[in-house]
């Protein structure tokens, strides 16, 4: 994700922008000792423990734990995504957001991309109210029981029966024919569809949305990004969705997101529908927390999405085969997101229903009444795995554990994960112990015998030469300077080698890269974590210079253990058959020298 806006821009930013500052406008900061410090707004607390290093660009909480830079404050704090905090905090520098080339758009377009969609949007709304076929569009509307202000905060619009209704309105013709950057712009708004050659012609384009009612989707600051539009008679497809544009990704929107929050900044849950008309019609039974995916099953990024704003998504789905399946799919998704903190349920409805016809015929209590017996995941698990099963059988159980492995190891460690196995323990009848040692075994054997020889690495609870000199790169990246040669140390096997000597190979060419920029660079890998954890212990050392001293000491003790290591390689050479290249000889020359 983080892949679309240049790295270096990121970089740029976090230098620009103030933590502090930042922070300071959400929760008001005082100034105690080096830091800045306040009552942390991420958990309850009398006394404050929120800290705020202007310093070091990062913030951290000693109470809750939580910490990040200005990017990660606001995904935190006002339930942004990545992208969203980047061009809120660019816009707080008066910097401009470069658009990745790869997606075939430039800054200038794309940025017109959003304006000439919300013409659009307009102009389809305004066809509603005014075309002469419209009438039809408000009945329809009006006989499926919509309100015109739901049909306002939604933008629901009309899009007129023609081939070139577009073309004619927003790219008109100069002599010859239509504008040729207009039209461009239109087909990159995934509003016009492009001629093939073969279709009678290059360089000739026609209405993607003819004769349908225009749902706009919004992305989460209320900018058109893209339309479904649905048939009103028996024309398929029923819907019809934009295409992928350098604005709109399918996998990561969500329709009705921006309008449930606009209409409550504090959202305690989310429920996932099937269609645009669903979302509204729950709306317009007062049910303003609904959302719809786009053609698309829930992904990932969609939860991720939600569970940055709520801590709780129910799933409404149909209760027939179709429906349990994508249910099901859902919920696989779901697994690595899930955790402390983050709910999902799920929701079945009766044989032949939808969420529309059944908040007409409930309203909003009733419907609310049953989403309040959603099933939880757990339960819907372990339902859908029996399902599968046949658990009279003698190797029944067997399966159901088989089943539940690979589905296990996609989750996060934690109390929920937890929970899932003492229930799978209880139906199998056996311990959980036992349960655990099943699981760990099977097909992921090497996997399992692997870890364990990890942990003890670190056993004398004494953090390791590797992890001091990261922790002190990640406080004063400029240390890097006096690293040294690295050549060497890359040969040597311990664990987060590769990642110090990858940090040192980046500061050589970066060199002025802050560690809040190093965070940022890492947020998306798995190391990232474990580097901001670093980020966040206090370095107890006086200022650069006590830091540089450490640092030397550390990387030097790590280079002998490497030429120790190199040597010990060498002689074994030397003594077997193959013997030594000359090279290798001067080395070992040059090695028993250095020790
Ligand atoms: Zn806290």
Not at 151 to 161: E, K, S, V, W
Not at 196 to 213: E, H, I, N, W
Not at 230 to 249: C, I, M, Q, W
Not at 526 to 550: P, T
Request: proline share 4%; glycine share 10%.
């Amino acid at each position: 994700m983080a892949g679309r806006i240049p790295e270096q821009f990121i970089e740029e930013l976090i230098a620009r922008v103030d933590i502090v500052d930042v922070i300071d406008s959400f929760v008001p900061l005082r100034k105690g000792g080096r830091d800045y410090v306040a009552c942390c707004p991420f958990h309850n607390e009398k006394s404050p423990s929120f800290t705020v290093s202007r310093e070091k660009q990062f913030f951290h909480c000693f109470g809750c734990g939580a910490h990040g830079t200005a990017i990660g404050f606001l995904m935190d704090y006002d339930h942004m995504d990545f992208v969203e905090a980047v061009h809120e905090l660019a816009s707080r520098a008066g910097m401009q957001v470069p658009v990745d080339q790869g997606r075939q758009a430039t800054t200038a377009l794309s940025l017109d991309l959003y304006q000439l969609l919300g013409d659009v949007a307009q102009f389809y709304r305004r066809q509603l109210k005014e075309h002469p076929q419209s009438q039809r569009v408000i009945e329809y509307l009006k006989q499926r029981g919509l309100s015109g202000g739901t049909a306002g905060d939604y933008g629901i619009g009309f899009a007129p029966p023609g081939w070139d209704t577009l073309s004619q309105v927003f790219a008109p013709s100069q002599g010859g024919g239509a504008s040729k950057t207009l039209t461009k712009g239109l087909i990159d708004a995934g509003l016009l569809i492009e001629k093939s050659l073969a279709d009678g012609g290059q360089g000739r384009s026609y209405d993607r949305f003819r004769d349908r009612v225009m749902f706009p989707i919004r992305d989460t600051r209320g900018r058109v990004i893209g339309f479904g539009g649905r048939v009103l008679g028996d024309d398929s497809p029923k819907y019809l969705n934009s295409p992928e544009t350098a604005v709109f990704h399918k996998g990561r929107e969500l329709y009705g997101l921006y309008e449930a929050r606009k209409s409550n900044r504090k959202l305690d849950r989310l429920l996932v529908v099937e269609g645009y008309m669903d979302v509204v019609m729950l709306a317009e039974h007062n049910i303003r927390y609904a959302v719809a995916t786009l053609g698309t099953a829930t992904t990932a990024e969609h939860l991720e999405r939600m569970f940055r704003q709520v801590p709780e998504v129910v799933f409404c789905f149909d209760g027939d085969r179709a429906g349990r399946e994508a249910a099901w799919r859902a919920l696989e998704n779901a697994l690595p997101v899930i955790g402390q903190g983050r709910q999902a349920r799920f929701m079945f409805l009766p044989d032949g229903e939808d969420p529309d016809s059944l908040v007409r015929q409930e309203q909003q209590n009733g419907f609310e009444k049953r989403m309040a017996n959603a099933v939880p995941l757990s339960t819907f698990f372990f339902d859908a795995l029996a399902e599968r099963v046949d658990l009279q059988s003698i190797d029944g159980y067997a399966r159901l554990v088989e089943m539940a492995r690979p589905l296990l190891v996609k989750m996060q460690t934690g109390v929920f994960k937890q929970e899932i196995i003492s229930r799978l323990a209880e139906r199998t009848s056996m311990t959980a112990q036992d349960l655990m040692r099943e699981l760990a075994g099977g097909t992921g054997a090497g996997h399992a015998r692997h870890q364990p020889q990890v942990r003890r690495s670190t056993k004398a609870n004494q953090p390791s030469l590797v992890r001091i000199a990261i922790t002190l790169l990640l406080h004063y990246p400029a240390l890097a300077q006096q690293a040294g040669e690295l050549p060497l140390l890359r040969e040597l096997d311990r664990p987060g080698v590769g990642l110090l000597v990858e940090l040192l190979e980046l500061l050589a060419e970066r060199p002025h890269l802050t560690g809040a920029a190093l965070l940022e660079r890492w947020r998306d890998r798995e190391e990232g974590r474990y580097l901001s954890q670093l980020a966040m212990q206090e370095v107890l050392l006086e200022g650069q210079e006590g830091a540089g001293r450490e640092f030397i000491a550390a990387l030097g003790k790590l280079r002998d253990l490497a030429k120790a290591r190199r040597l010990e390689v060498l002689r074994a050479k030397s003594q077997s058959t193959a013997g030594l290249t000359d090279d290798e000889k001067s080395e070992l020359k040059q090695l028993h020298g250095g020790v």
